[in-house]
């Protein structure tokens, strides 16, 4: 009487199940990533104690372009276009974020949050802190 298996396993079915294996591996990894991607960061940096003199150069070499938006609330919706043409921007920023234009043409600009935001255009402080939801302006080159 020969010796038999009732439930032969195939070399075929032994790399299904390591396939199986490593493909639930790899979800659960990259699951992890995309999680860690998503989760709010505190926005805190490691920058050199000297560094400050120079970011605060580049922060107003930015801010003298035609137009420099930058969130110093929580956050606002800004759509930036050129009348009868092209979106430049229609984002939500949050907290530190910012869009820069140095356009040689008419900017239309809408800013969902006014107070959320400081606003220059060219290089001169538009205070625009009291101005009601979804406020629009107009900036000429």
């Not at 860690?36 to 120079?54: F, I, K, M, Q, W």
């Not at 092209?86 to 984002?91: G, N």
């Not at 900017?107 to 979804?134: A, C, F, K, M």
Request: charged share 20%.
């Amino acid at each position: 009487m020969g010796r038999h298996r009732n439930d032969p396993r195939g070399i075929g079915q032994m790399l299904a199940i390591g396939g199986v294996i490593v493909l639930f591996i790899t979800l659960v990894v990259l699951g992890g990533y995309f999680l860690y991607r998503s989760l709010p960061s505190d926005g805190a940096a490691a920058v050199p104690e000297n560094a400050g003199t120079s970011a605060d150069q580049q922060a107003d070499d930015v801010r003298t372009g035609t137009l420099y938006i930058r969130v110093i609330g929580d956050a606002s919706d800004v759509v930036v276009r050129v009348p009868g043409g092209d979106v430049l921007a229609d984002t939500t920023l949050r907290t530190d974020e910012y869009v820069s234009f140095d356009e040689s043409q008419t900017l239309n600009v809408t800013i969902g949050s006014p107070g959320e935001v400081e606003v220059y255009v060219h290089g001169d402080r538009q205070d625009v802190s009291g101005e009601n939801p979804g406020y629009s302006f107009t900036v000429e080159p």
